[in-house]
């Protein structure tokens, strides 16, 4: 017999500022992962137009993601094809 463990979806998460992500983040179980759109991810963190953020040139728009990503104690992972940028629990 096979024993398989649910795993919670992803959740989206309030981009609305980076306080209102932090506090969003902050609620979400240590397993859970969260969401935001890369435009949503873009307006936080860089400063590029959306097609530009993060990409070669933006070394501040990376910066900034990785300070916020150390500030929340969380990993995080873009995934381009479902135009998400997720949050998730820091590997130990």
């Known amino acids: 017999m096979v ?3 649910w795993i919670q979806p992803a959740r989206e998460l309030d981009a609305s500022s980076k306080t209102a992500l932090m506090t969003a983040i902050s609620q979400l179980p240590p397993q ?3 969401w935001i759109t890369l435009e949503e991810a873009g307006r936080l963190f860089s400063k590029m137009p959306s097609q530009y953020a993060f990409g070669e040139l933006d070394d501040d728009g990376k910066q900034n993601l990785e300070r916020f990503g150390r500030d929340v104690s969380r990993e995080y992972e873009f995934w381009p094809n479902e135009n998400r940028l ?3 629990a820091r590997k130990a």
């Open 32 to 34: 859970d992962r969260g």
């Open 86 to 88: 997720y949050f998730t």
């Open 3 to 5: 024993k398989s463990e």
